[in-house]
């Protein structure tokens, strides 16, 4: 029913009503234009002939998003693969994969990847900061590998937090909630900008923090609400403008987030727990970076260095993998060739089990990234625009993944560490690019634009296993290395053409690639060690539309990509771990639709709608996948359709006060976990719905206001992802969004 009338509410509001970014997104003009910088130069939004949505500051407070894994409901075909805080995957366009990330993620001019893990997978923990104090978040749709690099065959995500001003300020913005089956949550922000010398100096400080309170119990350890998160830190910006053209930026972002993992049971009912052992999540971050923008007048320079350094580390029960081996059977197959165990050994091999009964692995990862660019732009004012520049990364990750063992009562790790195996790991990669982008008026209605990228990458990895366990398949193994590298070209070309001053139809042609690499993973073959790049084409053709004077925007493109090489994900052959393999071809064929009206001063809806079809285009023929998917499975973890809508009303209620009422709903349809339906371990992740609402007073001029405001209004059981496997024997592991939380919010502009 919720499918249905969200459905309909987004074919209603197609016909009278643009995206998210038309409402509420970048910096505009004093024409009302609105103002982005998704192709390195500043342009009009909806002048700028690629698929994007900008989402502002305001926009981003008013809907209770508070960092980029809520961010699905205001852009379409953009999701989440989540495994809970600090463990979420973008996805943009279906473009869903293990592996380095498919979606760039950039938090201001720096690219941001998550730690390898054990499994490789950088592109499994996307780095999340708080999204407080933001200009605006541009999602850029489709593969934007000139200008953005190999992170970015599905899409990139731009987040533009605010900078120091030249002007005295400061905010606060405080909640109080309470969340069903859970407790009380609190959280504070806060900034200050100062201007230290007249238009030449500025400072900008940010802090926040939060605690939220668990709603998930674990019945096997008797702990309620085991999944309380709390979260730290903020930013630190400085300002320098030596001469008029010139703009130094400098910048220190720190996050730190604790919690315990969100996932639950299945089987053991709503919100509930059956893991024999805590599971806490700690992850680290600090980002250092510097940008200066030289404006010669009709050309800019713009250079950014950047230091990334990440600790995170997880944990996870494999207690009763452990304990399923204690079998006469499974002594045999492990400890004796094959042949049944005599008494003597089948003691021994109990006595092994017994010692590791309760235990869980225990990754700790220490990522160090530094990147660097450097590009000259034309200042737009001519037919004939451009960028031009050079990119260097460099990405070193050490890992250790040791099994330990856990307090049968508490869930702890024991102190002194006991350890049943461990494995090593260090990674690094190094990336040069160098790229450019031509952009042409050849007429005042006709342009067209060109781009490539020369990429060049390094990958090297050491690992070694010093202490095996017959138990999880790990052989004790020597310090090996594995290298890898390549070299390329990707393209772009673009076409538009303004019907009218207001109405712009565009075409365009990309390319995508993500680098290849090899895997560390415990009891997998040599043969299986290496996998090589993935790469796409994007075709799509695209509509922009303004009308009434800016009052209502409509905007809808058709793409298709074309997939091949995909990386995906196998298995160790007791189904125990995953590993990354190369297999099979995908299509993915999509409809997006972004659309805003204003029918009345202060009222606004925003509505936006995806629809995706991501299929493979042939059978995964090979041995190393768990049920491998044939020629017409979904993507995992691509829902067909979603949609999310919005309604805003801001009205005076005397000349110092004024009433504001918002309510925000979205739909997520359905999707299965692999790419096989019948697979073992393959589950089919339900459909959902979510509808979050805030009413309140406020200042005229937005200086101070007092919300009410609840998310998930419905109380849904919203699950958002599934997963099972031999390490969870079968069971169904699931995380969801939180229950219904009701609270209040006080913000304060001085």
């Known amino acids: 029913m919720l499918a249905a009338s969200m459905l309909a509410l987004g074919t209603a509001n197609v016909a009278l009503a643009q995206d998210t970014a038309s409402a509420a997104a970048g910096p505009a003009a004093e024409d009302g234009e609105i103002i982005v910088t998704a192709l390195k130069r500043s342009t009009n939004l909806q002048e700028t002939p690629i698929s994007m949505s900008a989402v502002t500051g305001a926009a981003i407070a008013n809907s209770g998003v508070q960092s980029i894994a809520d961010l699905n409901a205001s852009v379409p075909s953009l999701s989440f693969v989540d495994g809970g805080p600090s463990q979420r995957r973008v996805v943009i366009r279906g473009i869903q994969a293990a592996g380095e990330p498919t979606v760039g993620t950039y938090y201001d001019e720096t690219p941001v990847t998550g730690a390898i893990g054990a499994a490789n997978d950088a592109g499994g923990s996307t780095p999340e900061l708080r999204l407080f104090d933001v200009e605006r978040v541009e999602v850029l749709r489709g593969p934007q590998g000139t200008l953005y690099g190999s992170g970015s065959m599905g ?33 504070a922000s806060g900034m200050v900008n100062l201007p230290v010398v007249d238009d030449k100096i500025a400072v900008r400080a940010v802090g926040f923090y939060r605690n939220a309170n668990g709603y998930i119990d674990n019945t096997s350890l008797g702990i309620k609400n085991i999944n309380d998160i709390e979260s730290y830190g903020g930013r630190f910006l400085i300002r320098m403008k030596p001469t008029e053209d010139w703009t130094l930026d400098l910048a220190t972002y720190v996050n730190r987030t604790r919690t315990d993992t969100n996932s639950w049971t299945l089987a053991s009912g709503k919100y509930k727990s059956d893991a024999l052992t805590r599971q806490p999540v700690s992850d680290d971050l600090e980002l250092y970076s510097a940008t200066s923008n030289y404006d010669f007048g009709s050309v800019n320079l713009t250079g950014v260095v950047s230091y990334m350094h990440r600790d995170l580390s997880t944990v996870s029960d494999v207690s009763r993998y452990i304990q399923s081996n204690r079998t006469a059977g499974r002594c045999a197959a492990l400890a004796n060739g094959g ?85 090593l790991i260090d990674d690094s990669l190094k990336q040069t690019a160098g790229f450019g982008e031509v952009s042409w008026d050849i007429t005042d209605r006709l342009n067209l634009t060109g781009g490539a990228r020369y990429f060049d990458y390094k990958k090297n990895i050491e690992g070694q296993t010093p202490l095996g366990s017959i138990l999880v398949g790990a052989r004790i193994t020597p310090l090996t290395t594995v290298k890898s590298n390549e070299n390329g070209w ?44 993935d790469s796409l084409w994007n075709y799509e053709v695209g509509l922009k539309n303004t009308l009434f004077d800016r009052r209502l925007t409509f905007n809808i493109d058709a793409f298709q990509i074309d997939w091949s090489d995909m990386q995906i994900t196998g298995r160790t052959p007791n189904g125990a771990f995953s590993f990354i393999t190369n297999a099979g071809k995908a299509r993915v064929r999509g409809i997006e639709i972004e659309t805003t009206a204003r029918p009345l001063d202060g009222f606004s809806l925003t509505g936006n709608a995806a629809y995706v079809d991501a299929k493979l285009t042939e059978n995964q023929a090979t041995a190393n996948v768990s049920a491998a998917g044939l020629k017409g499975d979904r993507i995992p973890y691509v829902p067909k359709f979603t949609a999310g809508i919005a309604a805003q009303y801001e009205w005076a209620i005397n000349p110092g006060l004024s009433g504001f009422a918002r309510i925000d709903a979205n739909y997520v349809g359905g999707s299965y976990s692999e790419f096989r339906p019948t697979g073992t371990y393959t589950r089919y992740i339900g459909d959902y719905g979510l509808i979050n609402a805030r009413i309140g007073v406020e200042h005229p001029d937005s200086k101070w206001g007092v919300y009410l405001f609840t998310t998930n209004l419905l109380n849904s059981v919203a699950i958002t992802r599934e997963t099972s496997s031999a390490l969870a024997l079968g069971r169904t592991l699931v995380n969801s969004a939180a229950p219904r939380t009701i609270g209040i919010n006080l913000r304060r502009d001085f």
């Open 155 to 187: 899409g990139t995500l731009r987040i533009i937090y605010a900078k120091p001003g030249f002007d005295t300020e400061s905010s606060a913005d405080v909640s109080l909630s309470d969340t069903n089956g859970g407790g009380l949550n609190y959280e």
């Open 339 to 423: 042949a049944a165990c005599n008494p003597t050994q089948l003691s021994s091999f109990f006595g092994l089990v017994d010692s590791q009964s309760y235990s869980a692995l225990y990754p700790q990862q220490d990522m160090d990234a530094w990147t660097g660019e450097l590009r000259l732009s034309s200042d737009g004012s001519g037919p004939l625009n451009w960028t031009v520049g050079g990119f260097y990364s460099d990405r070193r990750t050490k890992v250790a993944n040791p099994q330990l063992n856990t307090d049968r009562v508490t869930g702890v790790i024991i102190e002194p560490q006991q350890i049943g195996t461990y494995r």
């Open 490 to 533: 990707v393209f772009k070309g673009n076409a538009s053409f303004k019907i009218t001053s207001n109405v712009m139809l565009y075409g365009e042609a990309a390319q995508g690639f993500r680098p290849g690499g090899a895997n560390q993973v415990l009891g997998l073959a040599a043969g299986l060690t290496p996998y090589q790049s």
